[in-house]
C-alpha cells in the first residue's frame, strides 16, 4: 500500500493550513462531536440566513484525515443552500462507504483513500455528520456535546 | 535472556503473514495477543473429537467434554497459585469486573461507603465501579498519580478510610506501563477493612502471578492477552469472599433446585456461571495455559521487562517523540506521541510499513485527560518480539516523521 493514496497533497495541505478554522460569534447553530475511537472532538459552527449557509467554521483538534475533510468540507459548502448542504454530507458518506455518489464531491474526492479503513472513514466523516446534525435539526441526537 | 524467542516466532502461524507486502510486526500485544498453533488446535480438535455440552448429559462425548472443561479450572488454578472452587469462567476481564461490582458490590457497599480506584483504569475496571457508587450512592474516590506516573501512596493513605468498602486497581497500567504497588495497596485496604479488586489483564499474561504472595481478594483477568482465545476471561475470588456474593447471571447450570417460586443455587463456581459457558474457548485457554507453563512465567516475565525497558530506553532518546509513564521499570509497552502527527496518523503510516499498533485513547479517557492529550499512540510487546522488532519500531517513528515534516 502506498501511503500517498491516502495522505494525497491536498489532504496535507488542508491539515496544515486549515480553512475556515475558528468559532463564529454569533452561529444560528452549533454542533460538538466526537469521535469515539480516538476522544477527539470537533465543534461547528453556522450561520444560516434565508435557506443559505453564508458562514460556517470548524473547530479543534483530530488527525490529517478528519481536520482536511472538516476544512474541504466548510470550503464547499459555504454560500451554498442548506439543502445543498444536507446533500454533499449525504453523497460524500456514501461515498466513503462504496456506493456511488450523486454529486461532484470536488476536492473531498481526494480523501477516497480511506474508505478500505473503516475507523478511517468515522475520522472523514465526523465533520460532515456535525454539518448534518446543524443544518437538519431532526439529526441532533444525544452524542452532541452540548 | 532464557528466552529462544526465535523460535517461539514459529510457534505462531500468524506472524509469518505479510502485511501490504512486508512482513507483519506485531506491536499490539495489549489489545490481544497472537495464538500459538497448539492454541488453534486445542480448539479445532475439541470440536471435531470431543464437542458436547458439559454437566448435563451422561455419555461419553459429554463426559469427556465436562472433564476437559473440568481440567482447565485446575490449571487456571495453578497458573495463579489459587484454589480450583475460587476460578470462575467469564468472557473476559470486562465481565469479570461487572460480576464482581454486582455479585459483591451490591450486597458489601452501602449508601455514604466509598470506591477507591485510580485514574489510569481502563474503562472495564471504572465503568462499573461508577455504575455500582450510583446504585449505592457510594463515593467514587481516586488514588493519585505521582508526575511520573507511579501512584502515590501517600495519596493511598490518605484516600482509603474506614468508609472504604472496595479498592479497585491495575496490576499494570494498558497506557503508561506504570506498575502499580499492589501488595502496599492491599494492606492499606485490608487495615481498613475493604477489600482489593486486582485488574491483572495487563499483568497476568506477562509475569508469574500469585494471588495469595499479591495480597488480592479478587482478580479479574483475559485469556486472549495470554496466548489463549477470545472471549474467556476468569474472575478469581478469596472463597470466604465469593460465599457472600450473589450470582447476577441467572439460569441454567447455576442451580440446585428449582420450583415454581424459588430456586437455590449450585455450588461455587457453577453459581457463578449461568448458560453453556464458551467451552472450546475453555480448552483452548488451557492449551495457552500449558503452553505460557512450558516457555516458564519467570522467564516470560523477566523477557518482557527486558523488552519493556529497552523499548523506553530507545524511543526516550528520539527527538520529536514524547513517551508517556514511567521510566523504564515498567510492562512491556510504551506510549508516545510524534511532535505534530496525530496518532491515528502515526498508525496509518506504520500500517503501511506492516507495523500493526495501536492509536487512540485506549479505554482510559479520564488518564488521557490527566496526560492532558486526546489520545496516545501505544507500542506493546509479548513473548514473540525481540530486539529487532524494537529497531523497526523506531525506524518506523524516523520514516513517519519524515513523511508528514514533507
Ligand atoms: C488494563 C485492562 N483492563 C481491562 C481490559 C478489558 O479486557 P477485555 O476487553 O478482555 O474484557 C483491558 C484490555 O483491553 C485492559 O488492558
Known sequence: ?146 | MTIAVQDLKADFPILSRSIHGQRLTYLDSAATSQKPAAVIAAELDYYQKTNANILRSVHTLAEESTLAYAKVRTLTADFIHAQADEVIFTRGTTESINLVARGYGDVHVRPGDNIVLTPLEHHSNLIPWQQLAKRQQADLRYIELRPDGNLSLESARQVIDSRTKMVAIAQVSNVLGTILPVRTVADLAHQAGAVLVVDGAQSVPHQATDVVAMGADFLAFSAHKMCGPTGVGVLWGKMAHLKTMSPVLFGGEMIAYVDRDHATWADIPARFEGGTPNIAGVVGFGAALEYLAEVGMDNVGAYMSHLGALAFQRLQNLSGVTVYGPGPDRGPLVSFNIDGVHPHDVAQAFDAKGVAIRAGHHCAQPLMHWLGVNATARASFYLYNDIDDIDVLVDAIESTKRYFAR
Do not use: W
Open chain 1, 1 to 146: 500500500m502506498n501511503l500517498d493514496d491516502i495522505y494525497r497533497e491536498t489532504i496535507l495541505d488542508h491539515n496544515q493550513i486549515p480553512r475556515n478554522k475558528g468559532t463564529l460569534p454569533n452561529p444560528t447553530a452549533s454542533v460538538g462531536l466526537l469521535n469515539p475511537t480516538c476522544g477527539d472532538q470537533i465543534r461547528l459552527d453556522v450561520v444560516v440566513a434565508d435557506g443559505k449557509i453564508t458562514d460556517i467554521r470548524f473547530d479543534g483538534q483530530g488527525c490529517a484525515i478528519s481536520m482536511a475533510s472538516a476544512s474541504m468540507m466548510t470550503e464547499a459548502v459555504k454560500g451554498h443552500s442548506v439543502a445543498e448542504g444536507l446533500a454533499l454530507a449525504r453523497s460524500f458518506k456514501a461515498f466513503l462507504t462504496g456506493r456511488p455518489s450523486e454529486e461532484d464531491l470536488g476536492e473531498l474526492s481526494a480523501l477516497e483513500g480511506v474508505s478500505q479503513f473503516p475507523s478511517r472513514v468515522k475520522c472523514a466523516t465526523l465533520a460532515h455528520n456535525a454539518l448534518e446534525k446543524a443544518l437538519d435539526p431532526s439529526k441532533a441526537d444525544l452524542d452532541a456535546l452540548d
